[in-house]
């Protein structure tokens, strides 16, 4: 019996221990360690309980921007605070489609309270829509990654007429107003109220490729911005309009990625069942096909014929994906019965777990065949994990082949990274410091914000 | 009685201080790409110089951490990205201190892929697995809260502003100064009397170490410098 493969499925109630080849048992309570009785090997029993909140826990207070201090120097929090010393008086808006769920709205909780710290107040506004709205939006979405899609004259109107309803809805007096994505893109139609104002729209998604239908309807709302932002060079679209270069960010200080004391990471390991005595391959991400968790099946079994280590494949939001549960399957499938591969579904408030697992990690392995920035990346580079990644989206610019990390274009490339950076310890410790400094140099929450006021002071006309 | 020496050490004052600056850069994302090694060159010759600044210049601060292999985004992606491994080495090699204007770096870069070109008939229009993109920066000089009128004063402010200000004084400046020289160096030279010195702080080399040991080279150069005073 495979007692290692185990699936943590998040469905509701949270099946805590469905261990894969044994019936499911009942959601399991928080159990201390000391209350389970003695392991017959280390883990065993608590494997079976791990202490996964069945609901998500209280948000945490957004940090002060001297608490990242310790992290960047001081020197570097007085540069942020002397860029927005000139833009005292402008004021902010944001605006997106999400207050809560995703990165964009993750990445908005954290920085809209740092430029109020820094006295440029921010209002952040959600827009509104029925489902017929977001539904046409992530077709939209879709679209704009290059799938095919016909856009009717009642889409037009349907998008067009959201857009208006949250016009009339909201003020725009701000001095800068920024609109994330396509949905609230037209907006901008707003923009003659304050005819000194300066709009950006941010766009988080790949444009390399888009459906020419949607982007011909888009583009003449976004060449009426001041300027557009995108994640990559190779996500922009040619554009009469400038556009600027703002990578997405972690925040150091979040649960995903503080530091965490090695009793919590041992608590965790022991938890699901992980031996840390041994190599731990980990990719993170959800079973999606474009992550190719299969393929990291394969690259890790062809290593494994070279190196001992174990495999953990860890990710969660399958619930509102139904083909995540077919991936699922097809993954297990792949796993066969070797008890040193790890499944583990986690629900998406895991954030502890994630970094834990990351953390105790030998190497994490992004073997994406398509993807956006890829945070998990730079989550992974930031605690200084040597990363082997596929060379996609925008993951290059993260990974620096043999200088940050390790790029991969196969299953077979995959496979001989592992077995290089497991056999070549110091290499691999130099590809992880390499890989954590560009992530503190390029790619924190604090560089974000650093960015953002650049840009205030640029289209405000007081950069100098 | 018997007598007694007593040394005192020399303070320098400069009667001119040393302001520590900083620098932001905001990347700007160009029109121009390249998808073959002949378009690099068109582009190379077509871009605005903040272009050339950005991969040259720039990218070294946005890659100050790395400390062999990294020296200009041309021959990364030659490299990487064309697998021209001879016009990588060739723009690797470019050293970008030895410019005092973009205008001389662009005509050394340009020289080299169209030497290449012209010697690698084919070469020129293989297809790249990934385009080039052009870029440029837009920059804000910051001021910082150090200055100096002394070397403890000097080191104490270089021991404490960030790689950005070590990136503006010691690489960046040459443009402005248009001199093979660097503001730390200049400072050291007319303000503390100290030519050696200067001499051996221009001579850091920037692609075998990191920003971060350069500012120690700086450092110990200085504490040399004090303990010799």
Request: neutral net charge; contains cysteine; hydrophobic residues 40%.
């Amino acid at each position: 019996m495979n007692k290692k493969l185990m699936e943590l499925e998040n469905t509701g109630a949270l099946q805590a221990d469905n261990i894969v080849g044994e019936p499911a048992l009942q959601p399991a309570p928080k159990i201390e360690a000391s209350a389970a009785p003695a392991p017959a090997f280390p883990g065993q029993e608590r494997r079976k309980k791990p202490r996964i909140s069945e609901t998500p826990p209280a948000p945490a207070p957004p940090p002060k921007l001297d608490d990242y201090e310790r992290i960047i120097g001081k020197a570097a929090i007085d540069e942020i605070r002397f860029l927005a010393s000139s833009l005292h008086g402008k004021t902010v808006k944001m605006v997106n489609s999400t207050a809560v769920g995703g990165g964009v709205a993750e990445m908005l909780n954290r920085l809209v309270p740092l430029l109020g710290e820094v006295e440029v107040p921010t209002k952040w506004d959600v827009i509104t829509g029925g489902n017929d709205f977001f539904e046409l939006t992530k077709a939209f979405h879709n679209a704009l990654h290059g799938g095919s899609y016909h856009l009717t004259k009642e889409a037009r109107e349907t998008f067009l007429r959201y857009n208006e309803q949250n016009q009339q809805r909201m003020s725009f007096e701000e001095d800068l107003v920024v609109i994330h994505d396509p949905q609230p893109a037209g907006l901008v139609s707003a923009r003659g109220g304050n005819p000194n104002a300066r709009w950006v729209w941010r766009c988080h998604i790949d444009l390399s490729n888009p459906n020419p239908e949607v982007w011909g309807f888009l583009r003449p709302m976004v060449e009426r911005y001041n300027a557009a932002v995108f994640s990559s060079p190779s996500f922009a679209r040619p554009s009469a309009i400038p556009q600027y270069l703002i990578y997405p960010c972690i925040d150091p200080l979040s649960e995903k990625n503080k530091d965490l004391d090695d009793s919590v990471i041992q608590r965790v390991c022991d938890d699901f069942g992980i031996d840390r005595s041994r190599p731990i391959v980990t990719q993170i991400s959800r079973f999606d096909r474009l992550k190719d968790p299969i393929g990291v099946v394969q690259a890790y079994k062809l290593a494994k014929q070279y190196v001992d280590c174990q495999l953990v494949l860890a990710g969660g939001g399958a619930s509102d994906d139904p083909e995540g549960d077919i991936v699922l399957q097809e993954v297990r499938a792949a796993a066969q019965d070797d008890p040193d591969i790890i499944l583990l579904n986690l629900p998406p408030w895991c954030a502890l777990e994630v970094n834990a697992l990351q953390r105790a990690s030998t190497l994490v392995v992004q073997k994406s065949l398509r993807e956006g920035f890829g945070l998990t990346v730079t989550e992974a580079l930031w605690k200084g994990k040597p990363t082997i990644a596929g060379a996609v989206g925008g993951i290059p610019t993260q990974v620096i082949h043999k200088l940050t990390g390790a790029l991969v274009h196969s299953v077979e490339g995959c496979a001989y990274q592992i077995r290089y950076l497991l056999t070549h310890p110091e290499f691999a410790k130099q590809l992880g410091k390499n890989g954590r400094e560009h992530v503190k140099e390029n790619f924190l929450m604090t560089s974000n914000l650093r960015r953002w006021l650049l840009l205030f002071k640029i289209l405000s006309g007081t950069a100098g | 009685m018997a007598s007694s020496t007593i040394t005192q050490k020399t303070v320098r004052t400069a009667s001119k201080a040393f302001y520590f600056n900083s620098s932001a850069h905001l990347l700007r994302i160009g029109q121009e790409r390249a998808g073959t090694v002949a378009e690099l060159l068109a582009g190379l010759r077509a871009c605005p110089e903040d272009s050339i600044f950005q991969h040259t210049f720039r990218t070294l601060e946005e890659h100050h951490f790395i400390r062999e292999g990294f020296s200009n985004d041309f021959a990364h992606w030659t490299f990487t990205v064309c697998k021209e491994l001879a016009l990588a080495e060739q723009l690797a090699s470019v050293d970008v201190r030895e410019f005092t204007s973009i205008k001389a770096l662009r005509e050394r870069i340009v020289k080299i892929v169209d030497d290449y070109i012209q010697a690698n008939p084919g070469a020129g229009d293989r297809p790249a697995r990934e385009p080039f993109y052009f870029c440029s920066s837009e920059i804000v000089v910051l001021p910082t809260a150090f200055m100096a009128r002394n070397l403890t004063e000097f080191a104490q402010g270089l021991t404490q502003v960030t790689v950005h200000c070590i990136h503006h004084h010691f690489i960046e400046a040459r443009l402005r100064l248009k001199l093979i020289s660097n503001d730390f160096s200049l400072w050291l030279q007319e303000e503390m009397q100290l030519p050696k010195v200067a001499r051996a702080v221009e001579s850091i080399d920037i692609y075998t170490g990191t920003l971060e040991d350069v500012r120690r080279r700086i450092l110990q150069l200085v504490a040399g410098a004090q303990e010799a005073l």
